[in-house]
């Protein structure tokens, strides 16, 4: 035997068993922590509801230390620098243990996902960190942390875009205007999670909407953070928002007959999730101040419901 071919390292290659059991954490993470998302997942064939589990699972690891608070911004970067690295040589067939990373080797091989989309997952979730994560300081004013709509798009796309490029590589597509179309549901997806979430953002110094869009209603940052907010006063603002949600969302259904059939009711039940998330806002006259907006569980089953009978006719 020549050197050379001695030299080549054996790949690792888990058995059937380390499969299972790792897929099995994946799918316990999702059902756990993906409170929207999961109800997709089920209606997937059961392969690719692995699949999704294991990415999910491993961009929740990545949220994890991207919010880790008792570790320093400039910590948390290197810590999920030293996560990626592990990814990578997973990846590249070296030995592991860590369930997460069993599950997303496996499905990435299986459905040919682009490696670089998951790095883009992971920098997406520090995208908090490089606007700053503490809150504001005692009589430090708020600001917007974007200008235009644009410069909100680009961190959709990080955050949500590539999550849709993600997810119709599992579903299954062939004709490549799939991907813009994912992308744009998946800034609906975004728009929809920071017209809920406004409160909660701007109370620890985050606020997404740009800073033309607040100046467009006589608005500024702190008038989100404000002790007693006039809802009458941002309701403009976050309709206006909600219409941009409303025009992605018709990108979705485009999207739906795009994708292989056995997926097209998994994407429906996830874009209904989310587009009656929305429209539920819509029927509060957007005030999402006095209390969380959310979907109970009878509202995401029926939906559920209705994907499983799409499924089986």
């Given at each position: 035997?020549?050197?050379?071919?001695?030299?080549?390292?054996?790949?690792?290659?888990?058995?059937?068993?380390?499969?299972?059991?790792?897929?099995?954490?994946?799918?316990?993470?999702?059902?756990?922590?993906?409170?929207?998302?999961?109800?997709?997942?089920?209606?997937?064939?059961?392969?690719?509801?692995?699949?999704?589990?294991?990415?999910?699972?491993?961009?929740?690891?990545?949220?994890?230390?991207?919010?880790?608070?008792?570790?320093?911004?400039?910590?948390?970067?290197?810590?999920?620098?030293?996560?990626?690295?592990?990814?990578?040589?997973?990846?590249?067939?070296?030995?592991?243990?860590?369930?997460?990373?069993?599950?997303?080797?496996?499905?990435?091989?299986?459905?040919?996902?682009?490696?670089?989309l998951l790095d883009q997952l992971?920098?997406?979730?520090?995208?908090?960190?490089?606007?700053?994560?503490?809150?504001?300081?005692?009589?430090?004013?708020?600001?917007?942390?974007?200008?235009?709509?644009?410069?909100?798009?680009?961190?959709?796309?990080?955050?949500?875009?590539?999550?849709?490029?993600?997810?119709?590589?599992?579903?299954?597509?062939?004709?490549?205007?799939?991907?813009?179309?994912?992308?744009?549901?998946?800034?609906?997806?975004?728009?929809?999670?920071?017209?809920?979430?406004?409160?909660?953002?701007?109370?620890?110094?985050?606020?997404?909407?740009?800073h033309e869009d607040l100046a467009?209603?006589?608005?500024?940052?702190?008038?989100?953070?404000?002790?007693?907010?006039?809802?009458?006063?941002?309701?403009?603002?976050?309709?206006?928002?909600?219409?941009?949600?409303?025009?992605?969302?018709?990108?979705?259904?485009?999207?739906?007959?795009?994708?292989?059939?056995?997926?097209?009711?998994?994407?429906?039940?996830?874009?209904?999730?989310?587009r009656r998330l929305l429209e539920?806002?819509?029927?509060?006259?957007?005030?999402?101040?006095?209390?969380?907006?959310?979907?109970?569980?009878?509202?995401?089953?029926?939906?559920?419901?209705?994907?499983?009978?799409?499924?089986?006719?």
């Open positions: 035997m020549s050197s050379a071919v001695g030299n080549v390292p054996v790949q690792f290659a888990p058995t059937a068993s380390q499969l299972e059991m790792a897929y099995s954490v994946c799918r316990s993470i999702a059902r756990s922590a993906a409170k929207n998302f999961y109800y997709g997942f089920v209606v997937l064939p059961r392969r690719k509801r692995n699949a999704l589990s294991a990415v999910y699972a491993f961009m929740r690891r990545c949220d994890d230390i991207a919010d880790d608070n008792t570790l320093s911004p400039d910590d948390r970067h290197n810590k999920l620098a030293e996560w990626l690295d592990k990814v990578h040589r997973a990846l590249a067939a070296q030995p592991t243990d860590d369930p997460v990373l069993l599950a997303l080797t496996d499905a990435q091989r299986t459905y040919q996902i682009p490696i670089g992971a920098y997406g979730t520090a995208a908090d960190l490089d606007q700053g994560q503490r809150e504001p300081s005692a009589g430090a004013p708020l600001v917007a942390r974007y200008q235009t709509f644009e410069e909100l798009r680009q961190y959709c796309y990080g955050v949500a875009s590539v999550v849709g490029l993600v997810c119709i590589r599992i579903f299954g597509y062939r004709d490549p205007a799939a991907e813009p179309l994912a992308e744009r549901c998946g800034l609906a997806f975004q728009l929809t999670n920071i017209i809920r979430d406004v409160k909660e953002d701007a109370a620890v110094g985050r606020v997404y909407f740009p467009q209603f006589g608005l500024s940052a702190a008038d989100l953070a404000a002790p007693h907010v006039e809802v009458a006063r941002i309701r403009p603002l976050l309709a206006m928002e909600a219409d941009r949600a409303r025009d992605c969302y018709r990108s979705g259904e485009e999207l739906i007959p795009l994708v292989n059939e056995d997926s097209q009711p998994a994407l429906w039940v996830l874009i209904t999730i989310y539920k806002i819509a029927s509060k006259q957007y005030d999402v101040f006095s209390e969380r907006v959310r979907l109970t569980v009878p509202e995401k089953l029926t939906v559920l419901g209705k994907g499983i009978l799409k499924r089986l006719v």
